[in-house]
T-cell receptor, first 115, second 114 residues
Framework: DSGVTQTPKHLITATGQRVTLRCSPR?????VYWYQQSLDQGLQFLIQ???????AKGNILERFSAQQFPDLHSELNLSSLELGDSALYFC??????????????FGPGTRLTVL | GQNIDQPTEMTATEGAIVQINCTYQ??????LFWYQQHAGEAPTFLSY????GLEEKGRFSSFLSRSKGYSYLLLKELQMKDSASYLC???????????????FGTGTRLTVIP
């Protein structure tokens, strides 16, 4: 158990819908990262927040957005869902951000299925 | 940009040694990580290299050559439970902000057979 929690564990929805995935980082971690893992594409970095502020963006679609709240939990919002958005979505957290050695701890993931 | 290459699949025998290679071409480099991921589960940290050379941790070792853009993960005394995907990840600057993040390869699926 990494200490990172994600809800829900599974989510099944229809195309065109909107969903929200939630992540609580390890106690004391200020950085939260979101990743998408599809069968054919491996783990893709989406976005990072550090202490409530967006720090870095990866291959995140405009239909997707995220935020980190004052209590440091984070939410990833996926809208206008398409079949291709079906994937495992992982959240990870780390103590800080930047150049220093900074291991990321991953949550158990949310499996999203878009029908 | 970041380009990270690993073999897609490997098979090895229980008790043997296996080496999983990773080559990378990145616009910046601030360390290389190896993660293990069992199917449907979260990746778990195995090792970190930022300087050239070998880092040993029990049955697992990881090697880095920055000049060659090359790393390998060495697994000794293979056990059936080592069957998993092994992800190579390079820490480098984000294109958009310059902040450091992890960029993952597609992973190597290792199957350990009796």
């Amino acid at each position: 158990d990494s200490g990172v929690t994600q809800t829900p564990k599974h989510l099944i929805t229809a195309t065109g819908q909107r969903v929200t995935l939630r992540c609580s980082p390890r106690s004391g971690d200020l950085s939260v990262y979101w990743y998408q893992q599809s069968l054919d594409q491996g783990l893709q970095f989406l976005i990072q927040y550090y202490n409530g502020e967006e720090r870095a963006k990866g291959n995140i679609l405009e239909r997707f957005s995220a935020q980190q709240f004052p209590d440091l939990h984070s939410e990833l919002n996926l809208s206008s869902l398409e079949l291709g958005d079906s994937a495992l979505y992982f959240c990870a957290s780390s103590v800080a951000s930047g150049l220093s050695y900074n291991e990321q701890f991953f949550g158990p993931g949310t499996r999203l299925t878009v029908l | 940009g970041q380009n990270i290459d690993q073999p897609t699949e490997m098979t090895a025998t229980e008790g043997a040694i296996v080496q999983i290679n990773c080559t990378y071409q990145t616009s910046g480099f601030n360390g290389l990580f190896w993660y293990q991921q069992h199917a449907g589960e979260a990746p778990t940290f195995l090792s970190y290299n930022v300087l050239d050379g070998l880092e040993e941790k029990g049955r697992f070792s990881s090697f880095l050559s920055r000049s060659k853009g090359y790393s390998y993960l060495l697994l000794k005394e293979l056990q059936m439970k080592d069957s998993a995907s092994y992800l190579c990840a390079v820490r480098g600057p984000s294109r958009q902000t310059g902040a450091n993040n992890l960029f993952f390869g597609t992973g190597t699926r290792l199957t350990v057979i009796p």
